[in-house]
């Protein structure tokens, strides 16, 4: 009866880490704006669900990227890893009229395993459908962009869109997970839980039975 009272019941997933830097070569400033999305069984127990950066500045020198380091802090429970969480990142910055304008999106699952992590998010933006509506968006300030930014975590109705590659924002995770293993989830790297033996140590070691077995003989 003890044994069954100490069972966990969730899992936590406790994610830190930081909005590091972006690439835009052709703006000067930009923001951005993140989202955590996930599924019904998920509930987010400390931090916040959604935040926004400061404006920041491209650097003069010859990287040419915004700096941000925007601090990720938020803690996770579950009962099963289904609508595991991703996050969502919108970037925005002002055109020549001073208007808020959509510069990218992009959207990566929460690393799966413990440890530190680093993604490089290929960001998109939304197409006007004619040249008449582009030209329409750009002098009303009003371009293309999602109302629900969270469609972009599911697949449905996202291949009617046209989309252009614009930029990359690099983000950076550390990972901390607890009771999954006792839920029967295995949650280490592949190369931990199957680990290669490099054919130097491999060569060394059989030699060293040669040896010992010309010694014995």
């Known amino acids: 009866m003890a044994s069954t009272s100490n069972q966990p019941t969730v899992f936590l997933l406790m994610l830190g880490g930081q909005i590091e830097t972006a690439e835009f070569p ?8 993140y989202n955590f999305v996930y599924g019904q069984d998920w509930v987010i127990t400390s931090g916040l669900e959604e935040g926004l950066t400061q404006m ?20 996770f429970k579950s009962t099963n890893p289904y609508g595991w969480p991703q996050l969502i990142l919108s970037v925005y910055g002002t055109d020549s009229f001073g208007n808020d304008v959509i510069r990218g999106y992009g959207v990566c699952h929460i690393p799966i395993t413990p440890g530190k992590h680093k993604r490089k998010l290929a960001m998109f933006v939304p197409e006007s459908t004619s040249k008449l509506q582009k030209f329409t968006s750009w002098l009303l300030g009003r371009r293309p962009e999602y109302v629900d930014v969270r469609v ?10 046209r989309v252009r590659s614009q930029g990359y924002v690099t983000v950076s995770f550390s ?4 009771d999954m293993k006792r839920l029967g989830y295995d949650v280490s790297p592949s190369d931990v839980a199957n680990p290669s033996m490099p054919s130097e140590v491999g060569a060394i070691e059989t030699a060293a039975e040669d040896d010992t077995a010309d010694d014995n003989t």
Do not use: W
């Open 175 to 178: 990972v901390v997970m607890k």
């Open 56 to 75: 920041t500045k491209k650097s003069q020198d010859d990287r040419q990227i915004f700096v941000l380091n925007f601090p990720l802090d938020v803690t």
């Open 152 to 161: 972009l975590a599911h697949g449905e109705g996202r291949e009617v869109t």
């Open 26 to 33: 052709e703006f000067d400033d930009i923001y951005c704006k």
